[in-house]
């Protein structure tokens, strides 16, 4: 079956450090984003990749990065200027083209502080 | 910028209760609209959408209609079940937009015995 695979579903990190999440989709869509999840607030975009190679950034980009270098895959980074990185991190993809076409979601990872 | 209004939650019912969850946006174009579904602990899962003014989108006995002259997304259901206790995410996506959504708070929905 195609999907995305988000992996680790809990991750922890200490004062300082960079984390990397991993996302990975086998349903040959071109587009694919990054969101993060705070209770009450929704889903807001953090980085958006259109193509390999390419990406942008979304509305709460600081702090995290991303890279584009397969098709299948858009890892996200938490670097330690992101001061309040406590959420659930959601990944998506979708074919490029057409703003009808929906986005397919994993399971989140879940980051919190030590 | 666009926007996406959903009523707050949690919204508590009856099993076989009628629901509605209601949905406004604000857009400069024409978006394509969403209803997207959270379980616990789970990722987003697209229950329907609509790309046009005055499309209804259906699936497990929900229903949506695209509402140009009010900017609504009401989602509807004739009668709840518990397994339908879940998030309930409204979603835009502007046209040109390059795919991208814009998503409500979102509304959870407890449903009891």
């Known amino acids: 079956d195609g999907g995305i695979t988000q992996s680790p579903k809990y991750l922890f990190r200490k004062e300082g450090q960079n984390v990397t999440l991993s996302c990975e989709q086998n349903l040959n869509h071109d587009a694919m984003y990054w969101y993060r999840q705070d209770p009450g607030q929704g889903l807001r975009l953090i980085y958006y990749s259109q193509i390999v190679n390419d990406f942008q950034k979304g509305d709460i980009a600081e702090g995290y990065s991303v890279s584009r270098e397969k098709k299948e895959s858009f890892p996200l980074t938490v670097t330690s200027a992101q001061k309040n990185p406590t959420a659930f991190y959601l990944c998506?993809?979708?074919?490029?083209?057409?703003?009808?076409?929906?986005?397919?979601f994993g399971d989140g990872t879940r980051l919190s502080i030590l | 910028g666009d926007s996406v209004t959903q009523m707050e939650g949690p919204v508590t019912l009856s099993e076989e209760a009628f629901l509605t969850i209601n949905c406004t946006y604000t857009a400069t174009g024409y978006p394509s609209l969403f209803w997207y579904v959270q379980y616990p602990g789970e990722g987003l899962q697209l229950l329907l959408k609509?790309?046009?003014?005055?499309d209804k989108g259906s699936n497990k006995g929900f229903e949506a209609t695209y509402r140009k002259e009010t900017t609504s997304f009401h989602l509807e259901k004739g009668s709840v079940q518990v397994s339908d206790s879940a998030v309930y995410f409204c979603?835009?996506?502007?046209?040109?937009?390059?795919?991208?959504?814009?998503f409500g708070t979102g509304t959870q929905l407890k449903v009891e015995l």
């Open positions: 998506a993809s979708s074919p490029s083209q057409g703003s009808n076409q929906p986005q397919h």
């Open positions: 979603a835009l996506s502007e046209a040109g937009g390059g795919n991208k959504l814009t």
């Open positions: 609509a790309t046009k003014a005055d």
